[in-house]
C-alpha cells in the first residue's frame, strides 16, 4: 500500500520542523538562534488582471542578484523559499545573517518580482511590510493569450506525457509543418506542441532535424492609428535556440527571440520545464491590420537539443483614442456657468 510512502511523508515533516539542528554544532552551521527572519505581504497590481493577489505566491531570498545573477544560475551560497498564504502574507525563517535579494512569482504573472538589499540581523525579524509587485504594462488591452502563466509547457499537447523516451519520433505523423494554429479556435492541449524544437525527420538511418514553423493566426476587431504593441514570450524552458518572428507576408524575419535564460536541457532530459526567461517585442501597430494577421515562430535548429518550451503567448495592445466630438456640440455640463 502507502505505508513506506506515508512513513517517508512523516519523516520529511519531522526533519523540516527539527532544522537547523540544535545537534549541529560547528561555526559552519549557525544555530536557530544566530539566524534571522523575514516577513512581509506580497501584493500584485496588474491593470490587465485586476483580479490577481499575491496568494500562494513563491517568495525566496537568494544572494544578490548584482553580484551572483538571477538565482535561478546561483550555485553558491544559500537559498530560503517558503508559499505566500491566501492573503500574501509569508515569513521566512531561520535565514544565515547576510544581504539577500527578495524574489516573488505566482502563477497568472509573467515574470517576477525583485527586491534588492534584505539585511537579515542574527537573532532579528526584518519586516519588509507590503511589497508591491507593478505588473509592467504599455497597453491597454490584451488581444489574444496562449497558455497559463505558471513557468511550464503542461498545458500544451504532450504536457501530460512529456516523460516518454523519444517522443519527437511521433511529432511528423500528427504536426505538421509548418504547424499552424487559430487563437480563439483551435485548442492548446491538441494543436499547440509542448516544445517548439527543430521539425524531425525519421528515416532507417535516424533522425535529422530541420527548420520548423509555427504559424499564429488571429484577427484584430480593432487597430490603433499609432503607437506599439507588444508581443510576450514567457519560456519554460530554452537550449541553444533559434528563435525568429516574421510577420504576416513580410519577406525578412522582424526579430530574433533570444531567451535570457538558457541550459538545463528539459527536452532531452524528459522535463515540462528548466530555466524561466521572457521575451518582450515591441511592434509598430502599423505591422499589424484590421482582420486576419500571422506570426510566424521558425526555429532554426538541427540539433537534438535545441529547443524552446513555451509557458505562454500574448499580444497586448495600445489604447484607441476616443473618436473627436461632433462639430457645434458642447460636452460641457448642464446647468453651470
Known sequence: GNALWADAQAQVAAEKAAWPYAWLTTSDHPANAARGTVTGRLLINDVL???????NANIGLAAPED????WQNQ???YQYWTKADA???????????GSYTLYAFTDGAVGEYSRAAVTVTAGGTTALGNQTWTVPRVGASL???IGTEDRTAKEFKHGTDYFTPYLWDVYPGELANPLT?????????????????????????GTTRGTWEWKLNFNLASLAPSGQARFTVAVASSNYARLYLRINEDATDFTRISPTENGGNALLRQGIHAKYSVVQVSIPVSKLRLGSNTFTLRQNVSTSDAHVMYDYLALEMPAIPPPPPSSGRSLAGNGGS
Open 67 to 70: 553580484a551572483a545573477g538571477n
Open 75 to 77: 550555485g553558491k551560497g
Open 87 to 97: 492573503s500574501g502574507n509569508f515569513t521566512i525563517p531561520a535565514v544565515r545573517p
Open 181 to 205: 494554429f487559430n487563437i480563439g479556435t483551435d485548442d492548446p492541449a491538441t494543436s499547440f506542441n509542448y516544445v517548439h524544437s527543430g521539425y524531425p525527420t525519421v528515416t532507417s538511418g
Open 49 to 55: 488582471k485586476p483580479g490577481l493577489t499575491g496568494a
Open 143 to 145: 488581444a489574444w493569450e
